[in-house]
């Protein structure tokens, strides 16, 4: 494994994801799982973990399922639910150069008491019932999956009397415990919202929250590692929003514990894509510090916001990630995930203009990104006439045959 980082090099070349792409390099064996019907409650008992982040040393060697290619997100915009989920999946098996989906689900539906992961049953279930549903449907379609976890909400702004983490964060977070008391989560003053309307997020940057964090992603970790159709489990974005102070939320703390993560996941999923979904930091040197971390235990980067002269602040990931910033380019490194969302999908840019800006764009202002993996947001028409649609995003896909960069990132 060559582990050596390029330092400004030119970008890697990419290649029409055809049959190479679907049938991916994958590892970790065949996953057994347990049918929904058959329990409503399952208790999973965490490992003993340490939130002190270990230092970026040389990178581990090992084998991770890679499936590069375009996925298809399946939660945003106004519809979803299981059932649709499955419908959409079914829909895609064969779809040209699609590789697989991505759900992003809020954590109060994926954790429902403290380690109790699965919730009802049927079209009804949620945690490990929903997700054993749609790696059977996947594994049947031929596609791999990806699974997001959101530990923050936004919208308009709310008001309220009592702190609230408006149906996004298991309950027990109301009483957790953290170094500036309880609860676990913090929200933006009543009436109003912090940047980029945010409206709550967990405290993070908090070894309490972030011990329930590692605790969340060991049980899936244990439960599906092992399952050859899930590729990837991804963390939020970077971005936070929350002015310095408040809740206890410095920057520091923040990518201390991100590194704490990023070592305790990489042990519950030995041989699975794990990814930080960066997008923004304060500073050159935090996103560094992350890189170098990400290294080490071989994790993804790539956060939402994929748009045609995305950014030219300092403290963006692409920047960094590419080198442009006078920093190491990690492209060819780590795997680079482009994510396109809703509302990236206004119709102010065609599927072909996004495509290639991430492809082959300004690198000054973010394109040039080589990513490994992209991925699509189904749903968007509620952002008016002139929306990407549905066709309109597999047309695109087909017409390329699924083009990306292919090339196994050295960290893996």
Known sequence: MNAVLRLRAPRGCWVLATACILAGCG??????????????????????VSSTPAAPLTPISRAIKF?????????????????????????????TGVTGVMLIQPWARLEFAKNEYSQGSGLEAQ????IDQLLAACQSAGLQFMLGVADRSFGAAKTYGEPSSFGQLPSYFD???????????????????????????????????????????????ARYDSNPNFEMWSASETAIGVPIGDGGFNDAAYVAQLQAWMSAARSAFPTTGLRVSANFLDTVEELTTLF??????????????????FSNFPGTSNLVFSGYQGTTDYRGVLPWIS???????????????????????????????????????????YLGPRALTNPEILEFISSIKGA???RRPSSY
């Open 292 to 309: 170098q971390t990400a290294v080490r235990y071989a994790i993804g980067v790539g956060g939402p916001d994929v748009e045609v002269d």
């Open 339 to 381: 994510e396109v969302q809703t509302a990236d999908e206004s119709g102010v840019s065609t599927p072909a203009q996004l495509y290639a800006y991430a492809m082959s764009g300004d690198i000054a202002t973010g394109g040039s990104m080589d990513p490994n993996y992209f991925i699509w947001a189904f749903d968007a028409s």
């Open 175 to 221: 009483d957790l415990v953290t170094a500036t008391g309880a609860p676990g989560y913090i929200d933006a003053p009543s009436g109003t919202t912090w940047s980029g309307k945010l409206q709550m997020i967990a405290k993070l940057w908090d070894p309490a929250v972030m011990q329930r964090y590692i605790a969340l992603t060991g049980a899936y970790g």
């Open 27 to 48: 590892g970790g064996g065949s996953g057994t799982s347990t049918p929904a019907s058959q329990s409503t409650s399952i208790s999973v008992q965490p490992a003993t």
């Open 67 to 95: 499936h590069p290619g375009h996925y298809i997100e399946l939660d945003p915009g106004s519809s979803g639910g299981l059932s649709k989920w499955l419908t959409t999946i079914a829909s895609l098996k064969g779809a």
């Open 127 to 130: 945690g490990f019932g929903m």
């Open 404 to 406: 990306i960069n292919t």
